[in-house]
Nanobody, 125 residues
């Protein structure tokens, strides 16, 4: 199982970024997959999760209406569209999954078992 995240960078407050996560070693047709982040000095937290078998999503309140998770099964890739970014969104973002978990809600709350590399998102003027 490999998860390769990309797309991070520097963006001004109010701006947008789209992160990508290329998955290999498994297909996006059953397990839940999600995005998690860790800001300096803070614990890692879930920002969005997707059930790949039924496209049910889960978002914590602090990103609802701003972040959107989606997948392209043909490319075996998951995306995170982030709009209206805030300085507090600055963090390293990770793509992660649990091959034995199909629920997006459960993945975001219980945590993943397979982590990809991180990509740094910096929101600053």
């Amino acid at each position: 199982v490999q998860l390769q995240a990309s797309g991070g960078g520097l963006v001004q407050p109010g701006g947008s970024l789209r992160l990508s996560c290329a998955a290999s070693g498994f297909t996006l047709d059953r397990p839940a997959i999600g995005w998690f982040r860790q800001a300096p000095g803070k614990e890692r937290e879930a920002v969005s999760c997707l059930s790949t078998n039924n496209d049910i999503t889960y978002y914590p309140d602090f990103v609802k209406g701003r972040f959107t998770i989606s997948s392209d099964k043909a490319k075996n890739t998951v995306y995170l569209q982030m709009n209206n970014l805030r300085p507090e969104d600055t963090a390293v973002y990770y793509c992660a999954t649990d091959l034995g978990q199909s629920s997006s809600h459960a993945l975001c709350h219980r945590g993943p078992t397979n982590w990809g590399n991180g990509t740094l998102v910096t929101v600053s003027s």
